[in-house]
């Protein structure tokens, strides 16, 4: 039962971040499919609003380690995880499941149909917005960072906290 209440709380907290995210969608361009993020920095309109590369990456390391910290207190201090064995697979299946509803129902149902994340400029190219393929290999590269972050939560839990 702790396992279906967390999935659903992480489910929350994680789409009220990206509904918050998504109120500029310019500001999250580089998760959108690669022809469209083409597009988009070829428009003089987003010329200066478009994040820098290296920005998107300060920024995702960033979260990389608070969700890291994050993770690993919960599992040791509300999940009563004391192996690394323990942490790192109760991590991993909470990571997937948010991961999976990330893909299937924020990716493919709601941003790919949502007018909203349509970009102006870019309305013309609904076949790159119904790119599930784009969002199927995000799935996959999020459970190889799962794998990262979910193994370096299980070294916390075991060596630290």
């Keep these: 039962m702790t396992l279906i209440i967390e999935s659903v709380v992480l489910c929350l907290i994680f789409t009220l971040m990206v509904y918050l995210m998504s109120r500029d969608p310019i500001k999250t361009v580089y998760n ?3 022809k469209i993020q083409e597009r988009v920095k070829s428009l003089e309109e ?5 994040p820098t590369n290296e920005n998107k990456i300060v920024i995702k390391l960033f979260a990389c380690v608070v969700f890291l910290a994050i993770l690993a207190f ?7 995880c004391d ?7 109760y991590g991993f299946l909470l990571w997937t499941i948010v991961n999976l509803y990330d893909a299937i129902v924020l990716d493919i149902i709601w941003f790919c149909h949502d007018k909203h994340f349509v970009l102006k400029g870019t309305e013309d190219m609904v076949e790159e917005y119904h790119n599930y393929a784009f ?6 590269i999020g459970e190889g960072l799962a794998l990262v972050i979910c193994a370096l939560a299980g070294l916390v839990v075991q060596f630290v906290l």
Aim: net charge positive; glycine share 10%.
């Design 46 to 50: 987003y010329k200066d609003k478009i």
């Design 32 to 34: 959108y499919p690669p």
């Design 74 to 80: 919960v599992l040791k201090y509300v999940n009563g």
């Design 83 to 89: 192996t690394f064995i323990e942490a790192f697979g």
């Design 135 to 140: 969002h199927l290999k995000g799935f996959l």
